[in-house]
Nanobody, 118 residues
Framework: QVQLVESGGGLVQPGGSLRLSCAAS????????MSWYRQAPGKERDLVAS????????NYADSVKDRFTISRDNNKNTIYLQMNSLKPEDTAVYYC???????????WGQGTQVTVSA
């Protein structure tokens, strides 16, 4: 059974840090590009960061570059999102996404809540 399980969300003060994790199982993790998306209340789900199959290629939304870092550990079938200098605007549900190179399969996790508030 395919599973993407996010963890690490919570309440943090502005300027603080969080590290999100996404544990993958049920598919060939090494053959999938991975991404983090987020969705704030009343907003569409937007791409935050993506990482290639090997991990050497990364892309970030302009709003988070220089603050967030995406990484993957192919031995643990896990991706991470290190979030630093968090702002209230970062408040959202963060979702893990997996896709194969031909877009034959696209998988989503259930999401983890991140709230940035004083």
């Amino acid at each position: 059974q395919v599973q993407l399980v996010e963890s690490g969300g919570g309440l943090v003060q502005p300027g603080g840090s969080l590290r999100l994790s996404c544990a993958a199982s049920g598919f060939t993790f090494r053959s999938y590009a991975m991404s983090w998306y987020r969705q704030a209340p009343g907003k569409e789900r937007d791409l935050v960061a993506s990482i290639g199959i090997e991990g050497s290629t990364t892309n970030y939304a302009d709003s988070v570059k220089d603050r967030f870092t995406i990484s993957r550990d192919n031995n643990k079938n896990t991706i991470y999102l290190q979030m630093n200098s968090l702002k209230p605007e970062d408040t959202a549900v963060y979702y893990c996404n997996a896709r194969d190179v031909l877009f034959t399969y696209v998988f989503w996790g259930q999401g983890t809540q991140v709230t940035v508030s004083a």
